[in-house]
């Protein structure tokens, strides 16, 4: 199967999620689920918490404030967006947009876990500290484990089924929304991944 197709299954499956908590609310308040976007043989993939507002409106990841920002941040490092893959980890968005519940990322992160294996992205860059410990768990850097100030920007190399990666855990951009002076330790983080690339 190719990549698109292999993509396309696990939208549909998510779609048809219904045994998720969050689908009802999906359902009630008319939102869509948030698969991912981006280049599918990109060599970055940008790893976020769960949707927002905007995102569950659309459809579509980072696309409302956070995602302003991070495209600011990427802007800056010269690096395109569409040549990277982004996704979260939770695919449906929690009310109020709360933190995820461990059972919520147990019953998405499967979905997360075959993005990884069908794009094989070289870096793969954790927003945050759901996804950074999520991603650090998942390939055997458990003992790595730090607050997300401590590994903001810090390259963790990983063995994966298709070869060693490059693991960037940088903050989660939403930091910079209500505190404008945090943009610039944010862009430390982008710096750390251009210099990866
Ligand atoms: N925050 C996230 O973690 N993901 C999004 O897609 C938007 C905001």
Known sequence: MKKSELLEKIKNE??????SGLYRNRVVSGSFP?????????????????????????????????????????????????DAYITNIVKDRPPKNRDPLPEEIDIYRPFLDRQIEIIEPKIIVPLGRFSTEYILIKFDLGSELKPITALHGKVLKAKTSYGDIKIIPIFHPAVAIHNPRKREALQEGFKALKNNL
């Open 34 to 82: 948030v698969i991912g976007e981006g280049n599918h043989d990109a060599e970055v993939m940008f790893v976020g918490e769960a949707p927002g507002a905007q995102e569950a409106a659309t459809g579509r990841p980072f696309c409302g404030r956070s995602g302003k920002i991070l495209d600011e941040c990427l802007g800056k490092i010269g690096f395109e967006r569409k």
């Open 14 to 19: 998510v779609v048809a999620l219904e045994d």
